[in-house]
C-alpha cells in the first residue's frame, strides 16, 4: 500500500493549492455553489458520473470498474462558517463572516486527491459513490441529502466519513465502536405572559422571570431523570426578554441545545424539558408554545467497519498510528446516514497536537495541509481494499 503514499505526494502541491483557494472562497450551509462547481467540473474531468443537486448545492461522483457487485459511500463535507476568520494566512477567507473553521475545506481536498488517483488507477472491482454533502454545520444537510433519495440513486453497502481534529498527532488516526458523537436537538421555548409597568407587577405574569425559572429547572434533567453514567447537556444558549428596564414582558424566547449519547436517553431528555417548562410555566400562569427547530441522532459505528479501516491505517502507517478516541458530545449530521445505512463508520484524522495549534471553530484556526495525503491514502486503500 505505501505505492499510493508515494503517487499521492507527487499531487500534494496541487491539492494544497486547490485546498487553499476552497479556503479563500468560504460558502455556507446551502450556498456551495463555487465549490460544488468546482468538485463537479474536477470529477468529470477524471471521468466520474457527476450527479448535482441533492440538497440543492450537494454532488455525488460515481465511478464503476470492473463487474463487482459492491457500493461503497465515502463523504466530504464541504461548508464553512458564518463566522470571521484571523489567521492571518496568505489564502484566508476573502468573504467576511464566512470561514472555513472546521476543516470542510481540507476534507473536501482529502476525498477529491482520492478521487484522482481512484480514477487514474482504477484498481477496484465495484462502484464508488463519492458524496459531497452541503450544510453539515447546520446539522441537516445530511439529512436533506437522504431525502432527495441519496440512497435510494446511489446505494451504498458501506459507507465512511472522516474529520480532522487538532489535538491528535498528525498521521494518526482514531476509532471508537458503537455510539461516538451526540445527538443534537435545538429547541425553542416561547414564554407567555401578562405584560406591565414594571411599578405594578402584580397586575402582569413576568414573562422572563418564568423562563429564567424555567432554565434552572432544566438543570434538574441532567441531575435527576438521568443515570450519572449516561453523558447529557442541557444548554440554555440565550434567553431574549424585552429592552427597557422599567416594562415587564408578556413574552420571552429560549433558545436550547440538547446532547445525549444515546437515543432512548434523547427522548427522555426531551419529553421532561417539555413537561418541566409547561409545569414551571403553569406555576406562574403563564404558558409556552415548544418547537423543536431541528435534531439530529446520535452517531453510532459499525465495529465491522471500524475494524476494516483500521486495518487499511495499520498496513499504511502501522500499529503505533492507530488508536481509540473517547465519544465526545459534539454533534455530526454524518450521524443520519449511518441511521439509515449502519454498515459503515466515522472516524478521526490526527491535525497535530502542537501547542499552538487552535482547536476547530476558532477563529485562528486553519486545516493543516500535511493531512491531505495520509487521509486521502486511506480513502484510496479502504477503497481498494473494500472493493476489490
Known amino acids: 500500500m505505501q505505492h499510493i503514499i508515494t503517487a499521492l505526494r507527487e499531487q500534494e502541491e496541487t491539492f494544497t493549492a486547490l485546498r487553499r483557494q476552497i479556503h479563500s472562497q468560504p460558502e455556507i450551509g446551502f450556498e456551495e455553489h463555487l465549490t460544488g462547481s468546482l468538485v463537479a467540473r474536477l470529477l468529470e474531468e477524471w471521468g466520474y458520473q457527476v450527479h448535482r443537486g441533492l440538497a ?3 454532488v455525488v461522483g460515481t ?9 461503497l459511500g465515502l463523504r466530504a463535507d464541504m461548508d464553512a462558517l458564518p463566522m470571521s476568520e484571523n489567521s492571518g494566512k496568505a489564502w484566508s477567507s476573502k468573504t467576511e463572516g464566512r470561514f472555513h473553521g472546521c476543516g470542510h475545506d481540507g476534507h473536501t481536498a482529502i476525498l477529491l486527491c482520492a478521487a484522482q488517483y481512484l480514477a487514474r488507477t ?11 454533502q452541503p450544510a453539515e454545520e447546520l446539522l441537516y444537510g445530511g439529512r436533506v441529502m437522504l431525502e432527495d433519495g441519496l440512497f435510494d440513486k446511489f446505494p451504498c453497502d458501506a459507507i465512511f466519513g472522516l474529520h480532522n481534529m487538532p489535538g491528535y498527532k498528525l498521521n494518526h488516526f482514531a476509532f ?5 458523537m451526540a445527538s443534537s436537538d435545538t429547541l425553542h421555548i416561547e414564554v407567555n405572559g401578562v405584560g406591565g409597568h414594571g411599578a405594578l407587577p402584580e397586575r402582569t405574569v413576568d414573562a422572563t422571570l418564568v423562563a429564567c425559572q424555567i432554565a434552572v429547572a432544566l438543570q434538574t434533567i441532567v441531575s435527576r431523570n438521568i443515570t450519572p453514567f449516561q453523558p447529557v447537556v442541557v444548554t440554555v444558549g440565550s434567553i431574549q426578554a424585552g429592552e427597557a428596564p422599567n416594562i415587564i414582558n408578556e413574552k420571552a424566547l429560549m433558545k436550547l441545545s440538547i446532547r445525549t449519547l444515546d437515543e432512548g436517553v434523547r427522548k427522555t431528555v426531551l419529553q421532561r424539558v417539555r413537561e418541566i417548562a409547561q409545569a414551571q410555566a403553569a406555576s406562574f400562569n403563564a404558558t409556552v408554545t415548544l418547537t423543536h427547530v431541528n435534531g439530529s441522532p446520535v452517531l453510532v459505528n459499525a465495529p465491522e467497519a471500524n475494524r476494516l479501516v ?3 491505517a495499520v498496513g499504511l502507517f502501522g500499529e503505533d498510528c492507530v488508536g481509540e478516541c473517547a465519544p465526545f458530545m459534539g454533534s455530526e449530521d454524518f450521524a443520519f446516514m449511518l441511521e439509515e445505512n449502519p454498515n459503515g463508520c466515522y472516524f478521526i484524522v490526527g491535525a497535530g497536537d502542537e501547542p499552538e495549534r487552535c482547536m476547530v471553530h476558532n477563529p485562528g484556526y486553519d486545516f493543516n495541509d500535511k493531512n491531505i495525503v495520509p487521509a486521502a491514502a486511506l480513502w484510496c486503500a479502504l477503497t481498494e481494499k473494500y472493493l476489490c
Open 310 to 312: 483500521r486495518d487499511v
Open 63 to 71: 465511478l464503476k470498474c470492473g463487474n463487482g457487485g459492491k457500493r
Open 176 to 180: 471508537r465502536d458503537g455510539p461516538m
Open 122 to 132: 482504477r484498481n477496484f472491482n465495484g462502484t464508488l459513490h463519492l458524496i459531497f
Open 56 to 58: 440543492g448545492t450537494g
